[in-house]
């Protein structure tokens, strides 16, 4: 499976695993999964550390080196093609990283795994459900 973490699967896959489902954990350590990460989450976790509403044990960058290298994560980049699919990406909220988020699932044919109730029925997303 090739599998998009949003950001807060890839920021408790290291700060709070317990808030992951075993279903999740076996998936994320499964070696045949392709783990993908884009851009946005990298962004968002810079403004969440911004507004000191997380903190992390060590400098961000290193840990995002470390997180990216001990989970093999690959980049889903933000594509011209990602860009055109939010034309078509309409969500029930405003959240712009999510529509990032949902855009890059659907143009690189990935599965999101999230908690985000918000994203669990948008429309056309594959997702797989931290529940």
């Known amino acids: 499976m090739n599998l998009l973490l949003d950001t807060h699967i890839w920021l408790w896959s290291d700060a709070a695993p317990e808030k992951l489902t075993s279903e999740i954990n076996r998936e994320l350590a499964n070696s045949e999964n392709q783990l993908w990460l884009s851009p946005v989450s990298i962004w968002e976790i810079t403004v969440l550390l911004e507004k000191r509403r997380i903190t992390l044990k060590q ?49 690189y044919d990935l599965t999101l795994v999230t908690s985000d109730e918000r994203l669990l029925n948008a429309p056309g997303l594959k997702v797989l459900p931290n529940r």
């Open 59 to 107: 400098d961000f960058r290193n840990w995002a080196d470390e997180s990216v290298r001990d989970l093999g994560l690959q980049e889903a980049a933000i594509t011209w093609e990602v860009a055109h699919e939010l034309r078509y990406t309409i969500l029930s909220h405003r959240d712009p990283a999510d529509r990032f988020l949902v855009a890059t699932a659907k143009v």
